[in-house]
């Protein structure tokens, strides 16, 4: 008990501000205590609609983030070889005179020759517009690496996407699902979310290798096999269609299982979708009419085989679903041993499913209107929710692992209705949404648009008449053709080899390339230093801007330093990434509340004075001078569309609107007095149904979210996937190369599907219900026949799994049994650097975690140093036994361990000495070296697909990390102890 005299509330600073944390991606509000104009002690805001006063470890750790002395202190110019982290300091006219002087020379002559990418910022609507302006296409965020597949599965298939775009229905849901979610963008509303479901008493469910995060308080773990959850929920569909658990009446009127697929093999349209002569799509209903599917009160049949006007057959889309995914390889019994989850708990999973949405399901008494003009009294719910992250997404199968977790929740009813996912405005969009990447430059070198997007036919594609890529990373190729986010983990590689041509200037932002953000790391840092003939750098130029002395700064030519969070503007927008939650579109600042006691400055600054000085369109006004005076002057003035801009609070000259109106001078000040955000509510009967709730949408239209009010479908049956598969079968104006056609038009399968990741071994990936290269849509649908198919069934354990890989591998005969996977821990999860000195309290260097058994296999005790071997060589860990793993994976944190130098940690921090990254054992392409290690569909690096071997090391009680690469990726790697 404290004394009763103790005070707990005295103040610690004499001032207290307001602002946005950014130790993570949450974006929860904060107060910053201050004393004497230093930062004392940082807390929660209880008035912020994020966080509500919650505070993370890591968020109140910011103030060590914000005094590190890792911080870089003043422009940096290269004095000795990249990697020898020789620098003279500069001054910041002759840092931005350089910049200028290499960035004109490349806009005069070819915009492309700079690739600008940035890591996990938080102003992407300003660093792709500034990128749009220089006319570059080379141009992309860290998403590629992180978990495109997740955004790009879910804008195609539902207009949303789980990550931080949507949201468990927190008042209502009786039974959550978890795939691959242990820490999350969202993370402190997903912890308020989970205290809501544990004091209801709703069921969590964990599918996941790994019990951690929000695992720990889960009713369920369901410990699967690395890269299998789509064969998992792919089986749950299996049993959902079987006991005829599935909510007819959601799937058509809001989705496409009625919609007819045409059949015509061979013909160019083989595998759309059947439309009348005004482009409305078919659907027949008794006796066999063929009707405008779009139609209200219609009772289409969803099965069966029917006569087009033109003679042809077609098929409901629902009959091509059914057919995959009841066909055997999708029984429980079939894919138990591949998941390593058994079939009672598999068909347990789907009644619990089914029963919870079905037999509990609620209705809200809110009236609504749909898009039809037909009033509903109330609304009707199916309580079960589901929410992915990572462990779904860094696969190369996942995107159609993320389709077919949508296609179950759409088989459920379980998409925005009460009780269960809920998109999160200014979502849902049209499907795919309507911005495509930028193809063309305009007369002033600016881009015909922003330079990502989501191409929805071959003709959106950046290649050229041969097919070949146009974009460094290769994104939007055929070999990646709905890469959204771009494809971060590509770039070096590609730009050293010239693959598709030489760049000059590779200008990085808060992007860890020489480490974390890397696979095949060792390499990618030798592949930085790389020179060709007349002893010059093949990448002639690194500009790298980050606050912190990362392990990349050693290899630029130029450092730009930023400041920390606290002492700049940032916008959190509503074009960017907002802080929406289901029922309120909200956008945020941050606003410096001390000023930097170093020669640094806000990169978003730098940029726009770096625009300036280049004279783009758009930066400077007719007089060249330089149109916004920083980056607080142009979230507030800049207008991306009349009256739409970065901020939707506020707007109009005298603040009276929300959504679109003109730039309000005001602006940021109205945003300080609310504790630097803004919210706007949606209306109560636009609360669910939104794809198809006419409130909903004139309110989205208001807002400026969706260009119209039409109803938006969702794609159980992904018609442009089929556009995709068409040209790979020689049909269209734009076709893809030779080598290309047969991996198009077997991974652009319009029905989801599973198929096995075998990236790290020779043989291409093993389809599991996908149409054999030269069928067409629906022909040998989940032939069990195929051999490819059996394949899956054979992977038993992992036992069996090393032996058929050791007879596959050309890597010597090794044997990869085990699956290896990271993940950040809790407590550092997005915190951008582990020398943060309270964060290392917890842990400063990172260990192996296997299950107890997995160690014994291997003649291996808990605390022993061993060694893990993948193809590109061997780290030597030190071991720690993990009840909570499942067997057959092996895991660790990531980028706990650092390299000696960086971050100026001490010569033997424990993140040198014993902490190690995982990424040096990941190749960065696949095991032919044809294609990059990622989903072939999006580009999205597959990390996860990591096969290891576990080794017994004969002196395992001598400490230390040693790291022994294959010749081919020796290039700065420790050796020895900790070297
Ligand atoms: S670190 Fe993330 S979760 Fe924690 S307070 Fe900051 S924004 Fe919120």
Redesign the pocket.
């Known amino acids: 008990m404290p004394h009763k005299n103790l005070q707990l509330n005295l103040p610690t600073g004499d001032q207290v501000k307001e602002t946005t944390?950014y130790?993570?991606a949450?974006?929860?509000g904060?107060r910053v205590h201050l004393k004497d104009g230093r930062v004392r002690y940082i807390d929660?805001n209880p008035k912020h609609p994020?966080?509500r006063g919650v505070?993370?470890a890591?968020?109140s750790s910011?103030i060590m983030q914000h005094y590190s002395p890792a911080r870089l202190r003043k422009p940096l110019l290269r004095t000795g070889e990249r990697g020898e982290r020789k620098f003279k300091e500069i001054e910041w006219d002759e840092a931005l005179d350089l910049a200028t002087k290499w960035l004109a020379s490349i806009r005069a002559r070819n915009p492309d020759e700079l690739a600008f990418f940035t890591g996990r910022d938080q102003s992407q609507a300003l660093t792709g517009w500034w990128a749009q302006q220089f006319g570059t296409i080379n141009y992309a965020a860290h998403g590629g690496f992180c978990s495109v597949n997740m955004a790009a599965a879910g804008m195609y298939t539902f207009g949303g996407s789980f990550w931080e775009f949507g949201e468990p229905d927190w008042e209502h849901t009786k039974y959550l699902m978890l795939w691959g979610v242990a820490e999350d963008h969202d993370?402190?509303p997903i912890k308020l979310g989970l205290g809501k479901l544990k004091a209801r008493g709703a069921k969590i469910v964990v599918v996941n290798p790994v019990r951690s995060g929000y695992g720990a308080v889960a009713d369920e773990w369901i410990a699967i096999n690395p890269g299998t959850d789509g064969l998992l929920a792919g089986a749950l569909i299996h049993e959902l269609l079987r006991t005829d658990a599935i909510d007819f009446d959601y799937l058509v009127r809001y989705t496409n299982p009625h919609h007819l697929v045409i059949r015509d093999v061979g013909a160019a349209d083989d595998g759309l979708i059947a439309r009348d002569a005004t482009g409305k799509p078919l659907c027949a209903v008794r006796e066999g009419r063929l009707v405008d599917a779009t139609q209200a009160d219609i009772a289409p049949l969803i099965a069966g085989e029917y006569i087009l006007p033109d003679g042809r057959h077609a098929v409901p889309s629902f009959q091509l679903l059914a057919e995959r995914f009841l066909a055997d390889e999708y029984k429980p019994e079939n894919v138990a041993s591949c998941c390593g989850v058994d079939a009672p708990t598999i068909r347990r999973l789907a009644a619990e499913l089914s029963r919870t949405a079905f037999d509990e399901a609620i209705e809200l008494p809110i009236a609504w209107t749909d898009t039809h003009d037909r009033i509903h009294e109330k609304m009707l719910g199916r309580p079960v929710s589901m929410h992915a992250m990572r462990g779904i997404s860094a696969h190369a199968n996942g995107f159609h692992t993320c389709r077919t977790i949508h296609v179950l929740q759409m088989l459920l009813g379980a998409i925005d209705t009460p009780g269960s996912f809920r998109y999160q405005p200014p979502y849902p969009k049209s499907t795919p949404p309507a911005n495509k990447p930028a193809t063309a430059r305009k007369p002033d070198g600016t881009l015909n648009g922003n330079p990502l997007g989501y191409p929805a036919s071959p003709e959106d594609l950046l290649v050229d008449e041969h097919g070949k890529p146009r974009r460094i990373d290769h994104a939007f190729s055929w070999s990646y053709p709905l890469a959204a986010h771009g494809m971060l983990q590509s770039v070096i590689r590609n730009a050293v080899a010239g693959d598709p041509y030489r760049i000059d200037t590779l200008f990085l932002f808060m992007a860890n390339m020489s480490w974390n953000s890397a696979m095949d790391t060792a390499h990618t840092r030798k592949l930085l230093c790389e020179r060709n003939a007349n002893g010059e750098y093949k990448i002639p130029h690194i500009i790298y801007a980050d606050a912190y002395d990362s392990e990349t700064v050693a290899f630029a030519d130029l450092v730009l330093p930023d400041t920390t969070y606290l002492e700049r503007y940032d916008c959190i927008s509503l074009l960017d990434r907002p802080i929406s939650d289901a029922d309120a579109a909200a956008d945020a600042i941050r606003v410096p509340v001390t000023q930097p006691d170093r020669d640094v400055r806000p990169f978003q600054d730098v940029l726009l004075d770096l625009g300036a000085r280049l004279k783009l369109p758009n930066l400077v006004d007719e007089s060249g001078n330089a149109k916004y005076r920083d980056y607080a002057d142009y979230i507030v003035r800049h207008e991306r569309a009349p009256g739409v801009g970065l901020l939707a609070g506020w707007r109009g000259a005298d603040g009276s609107q929300e959504g679109k109106g003109a730039p309000n001078p005001d602006q940021l000040q109205r945003y300080r007095e609310h504790g630097c955000h803004f919210e706007a509510r949606v209306p109560q009967s636009g609360a669910y149904y939104r794809f198809a709730n006419r409130d909903y949408l004139q309110w989205a239209q208001t807002m400026g979210f969706v260009g119209s009010t039409e109803p938006i479908t969702l794609q159980l049956y992904c018609e442009t996937l089929q556009r995709f598969r068409l040209a790979a079968q020689g049909h269209g104006a734009v076709q893809p190369p030779e080598r290309e056609r047969a991996r198009v038009e077997r991974f652009f399968d319009p029905i989801p599907m599973w198929y096995e990741t075998t990236v790290q071994t020779p043989s291409p990936p093993t389809l599991l219900g996908s149409d054999v290269p030269g069928s067409s849509s629906g022909q040998a649908l989940s032939s069990p026949s195929n051999p490819a198919l059996r394949s899956c069934s054979g992977r038993s354990s992992a036992r069996e799994s090393a032996v058929r890989n050791r007879a596959d591998s050309p890597l010597e005969g090794e044997g990869f049994n085990l699956h290896a996977i990271t993940q950040r821990p809790m407590f550092m999860y997005?915190?951008w650097g582990s020398q943060n000195r309270w964060l290392r309290q917890i842990a400063a260097r990172n260990f192996l975690y296997a299950h107890p058994r997995t160690l014994a296999e291997h003649g291996i005790d808990d605390g022993d140093w061993a060694w893990i071997a993948s193809p590109r060589g061997r780290i030597r860990v030190q071991v720690r036994a993990h009840a909570a793993t499942a067997a057959g994976t092996v895991w660790t944190w990531n980028a706990i361990g650092k390299k000696r130098g960086a971050w100026k940690l001490g010569q033997q921090a424990p993140e040198f000495v014993d902490g190690f990254l995982l990424n040096d054992l990941i190749g960065e392409r696949d095991a032919r070296g044809e294609y990059s290690n990622a989903d072939p569909v999006t580009g999205q690096a597959a990390w996860f697909d990591l096969r290891v071997r576990l080794e017994r090391d004969p002196r395992p009680q001598e400490p230390g990390h040693r790291i022994e690469l294959r010749e081919s990726q020796r290039h700065g790697q420790n050796v020895g102890n900790g070297a």
């Open positions: 944390c130790m993570c949450c974006r929860c904060i929660g994020v966080n505070i993370c890591k968020g910011g993370s402190n997005h915190s």
